[in-house]
């Protein structure tokens, strides 16, 4: 049985600092692209980060990029999200994702695997 199952969520102050985890089991992690997405309260859900089956390759959204990095430990099937200067737009729910291919990741609708989020809320 494929799971993902994201944590590491909370309530933060703008310019606080959140690592998300994400543990994948019932498949072969290690063989997968992993990502991270978001989804705000009536937005449709937006790419954070992605990062390729052996963590040598990683994306970022525009938005992100410089304050949060990627990074996987495939020993542990597990995916982490370190996330720094939050500011309260980036309050969403956040997902972890797993396709076989780097460059389909990017499409939520082709994504073959979904986590069940973790809410992350940021105030100002």
């Known amino acids: 049985q494929v799971q993902l199952v994201e944590s590491g969520g909370g309530l933060v102050q703008a310019g606080d600092s959140l690592r998300l985890s994400c543990a994948a089991s019932?498949?072969?992690?290690?063989?997968?692209?992993m990502g991270w997405f978001r989804q705000a309260p009536g937005k449709e859900r937006e790419f954070v980060a992605r990062?390729?089956?052996?963590?040598?390759?990683?994306d970022y959204a525009d938005s992100v990029k410089g304050r949060f990095t990627i990074s996987r430990d495939n020993a542990k099937n597990t995916v982490y999200l370190q996330m720094n200067s939050l500011k309260p737009e980036e309050t969403a729910v956040y997902y972890c994702a797993a396709h076989q291919s780097y460059s389909v990741i990017l499409t939520p609708s082709r994504i073959n695997y979904w986590g069940k989020g973790t809410l992350v809320t940021v105030s100002s």
């Open positions: 990062i390729s089956w052996s963590g040598g390759y990683t």
């Open positions: 019932g498949f072969t992690v290690s063989a997968y692209a």
